[in-house]
Every structure is written in structure tokens, then in C-alpha cells.
């Protein structure tokens, strides 16, 4: 049980392309996803916090307009890189927290992202 | 400001060895403390203690939580070149059930 889908796994597109990226909890709900960045050799760094049916909460330093968050059902949230250039190139990951909130974040595959 | 720190940083070990990871916290409101292992896609998750003192096991590995140290550790028996990944741990808040990571230990289980 506790499984998450992110989709795409893989992206390559050129500089100024906006990318969505799909998380869905496949056989749990969830009221509250995240999405976190990984740079290479490091640690996840979260960037924000998806709630079903509210707006986003976002972490001190990430752009809420470069990076929008829709949480539109209790199974699927979306992040969209929007207008990206090659900074934004990393390893995107999303994890979702079944409900009720006591549950552990389960994680997504990620979304390795290149812009070149 | 939040902080979890992971020691060592790295580690190599030969198949059959015994290793303990470590994790301190300082985390406001906590809540839990998670185990995660990572290898090249996103984190499975491993353990979650919320109670000092009690031992969690799955297979050969176990865990334990020491909240008047702010402290945890991870131990792993009869490694495996398998085991061969990165151990994250991580810290809950229980207003928002943000993860705060460590830094992660890189493992590598040797033949």
C-alpha cells in the first residue's frame, strides 16, 4: 500500500518551456502533498507544502509564481515549472501523507528535469 | 531554526559488517522521527518512531528513538552489497508535518 506516481519521470526541453509535473497518491488519500527539489549529493530541500483545496504554502526562498501548485483532489497534485531555464534543471520529488496526518510521507519516483 | 544532523557523512563496509547511523534533531513541536533509504530514485520509506526506547526492527534492520538526547540511530546487520544506498532521516513537526531532512549518510556495502 502507500503507493505514489509521479509522472513524467524525464524531461528534457529547451529554455522558456513551462513543465507540469503530476504526483498522484494511487490507492490512499491525501489532504496534504509535497514537493521537494534534490540537487546532486545532496539532501531534499522542500519547497513546498500542497493542500487539497487551498492555496500552497511555500518555503522562504522559492517563488510561488515560478513554481505553481495545484492540489485540485484528495489524489493529485501538480507542480508547474513555469517559463524554465537551465538553473531550474534538478530532480524534482514529491511525497504524499496519507490521511489522517499521523502517516508517514510516502515518496514519488521524481521528475529528473533538464533545460537546456 | 530547525536542524537535523546525520553522522558519518559517509561510510564503506565490507558484506557482513555491522553499521550504526546516527541522527540528532533539534526540531520545534516534534513529532516523529523517519527513516528513509534513497537509492537512485526518490526515498523508500524505512521507520517512523514517535516513543523513546522502542525498538523498531524490519528484517535486519532496527531502529531507536532517545527523545531526551534529541538522538536516533539506525543499525544495520549482515549488510549487503544491497544495502548499498543513502539514509536520510528526518524530522516532523506536529503543526505541520513538514519533513526536515539531514544531510543523509552515503553507504557502500563492499563484496
Known amino acids: 500500500g502507500a503507493v505514489v506516481s509521479q509522472h513524467p519521470s524525464r524531461v528534457i526541453c529547451k529554455s522558456g518551456t513551462s513543465v507540469k509535473i503530476e504526483c498522484r497518491s494511487l490507492?490512499?488519500?491525501?489532504?496534504?502533498m509535497f514537493w521537494y527539489r534534490q540537487f546532486p549529493k545532496q539532501s531534499l530541500m522542500l519547497m513546498a507544502t500542497?493542500?487539497?483545496?487551498?492555496?500552497?504554502?511555500?518555503e522562504q526562498g522559492v517563488e510561488k509564481d515560478k513554481f505553481l501548485i495545484n492540489h485540485a483532489s484528495l489524489t493529485l497534485s501538480t507542480l508547474t515549472v513555469t517559463s524554465a531555464h537551465p538553473e531550474d534543471s534538478s530532480f524534482y520529488i514529491c511525497?504524499?501523507?496519507?490521511?489522517?496526518?499521523?502517516?508517514?510521507?510516502?515518496f514519488g519516483d521524481g521528475t529528473r528535469l533538464s533545460i537546456l | 531554526e530547525d536542524k537535523v544532523v546525520q553522522s558519518p557523512l559517509s561510510l564503506v563496509v565490507h558484506e557482513g559488517d555491522t553499521v550504526t547511523l546516527n541522527c540528532s534533531y533539534e526540531?520545534?513541536?516534534?513529532?516523529?522521527l523517519l527513516w528513509y533509504k534513497q537509492e537512485k530514485k526518490a526515498p523508500t520509506f524505512l521507520f517512523m518512531l514517535?516513543?523513546?526506547?522502542i525498538e523498531k526492527k524490519s528484517g535486519r534492520l532496527s531502529s531507536i528513538l532517545d527523545k531526551k538526547e534529541l538522538f536516533s540511530i539506525l543499525n544495520i546487520t549482515a549488510t549487503q552489497t544491497g544495502d548499498s544506498a543513502i539514509y536520510l532521516c528526518?524530522?516532523?513537526?506536529?503543526?505541520?508535518?513538514?519533513?526536515?531532512f539531514g544531510q543523509g549518510t552515503t553507504l557502500q556495502v563492499k563484496p
Open positions: 514517535t516513543s523513546s526506547g
Open positions: 500542497s493542500n487539497e483545496g487551498s492555496k500552497a504554502t511555500y
Open positions: 528526518a524530522g516532523t513537526r506536529s503543526n505541520t508535518g513538514k519533513l526536515i
Open positions: 526540531v520545534t513541536n516534534f513529532r516523529s
Open positions: 490507492d490512499f488519500q491525501a489532504t496534504t
Open positions: 511525497s504524499a501523507r496519507p490521511d489522517p496526518t499521523n502517516q508517514p510521507q510516502h
